[in-house]
């Protein structure tokens, strides 16, 4: 068929013309969320190019692998995830379709945060009817400094390793942004202190990173299952049984639906706080730095 | 030429076929020799300079941490318990298994009631040549839909495999899809080959699980027998463009509607489309296409009646061409569907065919010219109204023209005695709404008024259910 093949030379002779084009400047970056691409914005400064999938009002897990994604994909030279499933929806699909060798899983290109730290709440046996679980464990990892910690080292070093001619920028901007990091840290352990053991009911199991690391203590989850919405009948169980020990405040995050957090409230007598999330999640929320800062805020603010 | 043994010969023939065998080969092995070691040298050394820019960078961000005043390199008393810090290798013990590879599994179960106003042995789309099979509501009662069974994995590091088998209601199995897909050319093309539901459209790569309505618009039922599969290749490109912008062309044997196996070498349903996507603001997305489709077939029969209503077997020998052009739109809060999403969807098919049409085959086996011009289009909007509840209504609107049968222009035939083909606009509104208790499980009811048939309207109401379990499937677009 002449239209087939002339088609098909035509698309060769433009796959070579595109081959043959020089480096970008910038390396490009495609992150899973607003909180890798700040630390990639930390780490690379304007050495890099960064595109966020998924601004801090969306479920991560629930996106699709819609057009602009995959344009993304495409040209990115990096793609920082979170890995541990998060993104099992839409990734694969991303890498598949873009057609992208750089940044297939196993090549210098496909970063994922979460299998380089300690997960939480790892299932030893996972079934669907427990919900929506992730049989690696937990992947909502952002909210640890420490864990932002050790995958900063991780991405600078990810970094030097693609984009070798910047890898004395790199290495110098990992290295201030670890003496920073660790300096803020040492501050919010200080300022949380009064947070530790204080009781507090979650929406969904996003908060277990930020509750281990401050001494919160989670009573209790508004999802019954994770991923699993509460019914009426579930709630009042739940007021019931936190009757007998009340929490002190009843956590958000900026993407969840507040409705029942406010039912539950009400009947408790606990605060709603809304807290951030990821980074954009409230104003205050700027960056990585901003985003503790505003999340011990918020927390100490109800706690008063 | 002095006459060689046939092993002497056979010698000569594998040293032509070896690329490095020969006299005059050995040169070249020196040159590839030498290059190969250049090229050795340069890497070793390149990945001395990375590795010890890496050991540089890992010292000085250590120091930084060692050095940094006021850490304390413990917490402190009272501080919560600390996380165990893992090195950044996977979780040591794992003993080797047989089962690691194993691909990806996922299973769908599909089920429905229907209750059909009109008997669906009599269904069909007035004024067109009906497909072999994929079109009307289906069978009345309980009915057990597809179990569809997918396999998928990476093959090695340049292919993946997919196979989706849909086991029927009837306890026939169809291979739905079945195909190998590069993973390694970069530069945005991927290839794939084998059985594969075609690029062309926006709803014909979607399989019936993720359809928002349950069943396919008239216009695919019609124009591509419900879901156009290719036996043959398809190589895609997505441009290096911030805009989503994607060129694919696919070539096939024809063996599925509106193609026919042909006894012949050739190639016989070719396709080629073309998307554009992008995002508008945070909360709103889109793709638009256009496709074009060839596809050639040759006794082509289908069931008709006569103008006296004895049944008959006719067939069309003969070039389809179809264009389509499709819009897709999604909207959320946020780009967040959780609570709420908006989905708008449509697409236009034109189709001209031409070529010989026979009538009766089995008797009076008449024969002559015939070449048509219709189209068809549909509209469907659904809506997430709370969280896990959805809402739709689409259009189905058809247009058959008046096709040009050579057998009755020369006056050999009356109209009537092709009364599948007489001119027609059909119709049909549906609309639906559904639950998803989780991502993995949907119930669905949906009731249609359909005009279809050129007599009287059907009222159809389809309960279904569609269960997935397995392999966490993709969030296509």
Known sequence: MPEYVRSLLALAAVALCVAALPAQAALKVLATTPDWAALVTELGGDKVNVYTATSAFQDVHRVDAKPSLVARARTADLVVATGADLEIGWMPVLLQDSGNTKIQPGSPGYFEAAPLVHLLEVPSAVDRSMGDIHPLGNPHVTLDPRNIAIIAKALAARLVLIDSANAAYYATRGEDFQKRWQQATVGWEAKAAPLRSVGVVVIHRDQAYLCNWLGLKELASIEPKPGVPPSVGYLAELVAKLAATPPKMILRNAYNDPRAAEWLSERIHAPVVLLPYSVGGTPEAKDLFGLFDDTINRLLAALK | ?477
């Open chain 2, 1 to 477: 030429m002095a006459k060689l043994t046939p092993i002497a010969e056979a010698i000569v023939f594998v040293s032509l076929l070896l690329p490095n065998a020969g006299q005059a080969a050995t040169d070249d092995v020196a040159a590839l020799r030498a290059e190969l070691e250049a090229l050795k040298t340069d890497y070793t050394s390149r990945v001395q300079v990375l590795e010890a820019r890496i050991k540089q960078l890992e010292s000085a961000v250590a120091t930084a941490q060692l050095a940094q005043p006021g850490a304390p390199p413990a917490a402190p008393a009272a501080a919560p318990p600390a996380l165990p810090q893992p090195s950044p290798v996977a979780a040591p013990g794992k003993s080797s298994n047989a089962t690691a590879f194993n691909p990806a599994i996922s299973m769908i179960l599909t089920g429905n009631y229907a209750s059909l106003s009109q008997d669906p042995a009599s269904y069909r789309v007035a004024g067109f040549i009906p497909p072999p099979s994929g079109e009307g509501p289906g069978n009345r009662s309980f009915n057990l839909d597809e179990s569809e069974l997918t396999v998928a994995s990476n093959v090695d590091p340049y292919f993946f495999g997919n196979v989706t088998a849909a086991i029927q209601g009837n306890n026939s199995i169809d291979i739905e899809e079945a195909y190998f897909k590069t993973i390694a050319l970069n530069h945005g093309l991927t290839i794939k080959g084998g059985r594969f539901f075609s690029g062309t459209g926006y709803l014909n790569e979607i399989h019936s699980h993720n359809w928002d309505f349950a069943d396919q618009p008239l216009v695919y039922q019609v124009f591509l027998g419900g879901q156009l599969a290719q036996d043959g290749a398809q190589i895609r490109w997505v441009a290096p463009t911030d805009y989503f912008v994607e060129l694919g062309a696919e070539a096939g044997s024809g063996r599925s509607f509106p193609g026919t196996q042909r006894n012949s070498n050739s190639l016989a349903s070719d396709a080629l489309f073309a998307h554009l996507g992008g995002d508008v603001g945070d909360s709103t997305s889109w793709r638009v296409g256009v496709s074009w489709l060839d596809a050639r077939s040759t006794d082509r029969a289908y069931d008709d009646v006569d103008q006296f209503g004895t049944p008959v077997t006719n067939a069309f020998t003969g070039t389809s061409r179809t264009w389509i052009a499709d819009g897709t739109l999604k909207w959320a809060p946020h780009g967040d569907p959780t609570y709420h999403q908006f989905k708008l969807q449509g697409e236009y098919l034109h189709r001209t065919e031409s070529g010989q049409l026979a009538f009766d085959v089995t008797g009076r086996n008449l024969a002559g010219d015939y070449s048509s011009s219709q189209s068809g289009w549909y509209v469907q909007a659904v809506y997430e109204f709370l969280q896990r509840w959805r809402a739709g209504l689409r259009y189905d609107s058809m247009q058959s023209g008046t096709p040009s049968i050579g057998l009755v222009q020369l006056g050999f035939l009356p109209r009537a005695a092709f009364a599948s083909l007489a001119s027609a606009s059909p119709e049909r509104t549906t609309i639906m709404v559904d639950w998803s208790l989780s991502e993995f499980s949907r119930l669905r009811a949906q009731y249609a008024w359909d005009d279809a048939r050129a007599t009287e309207r059907d009222r159809q109401l389809l309960l279904q259910y569609i269960f997935a379990m397995g392999a966490h499937g993709a969030h296509k677009f």
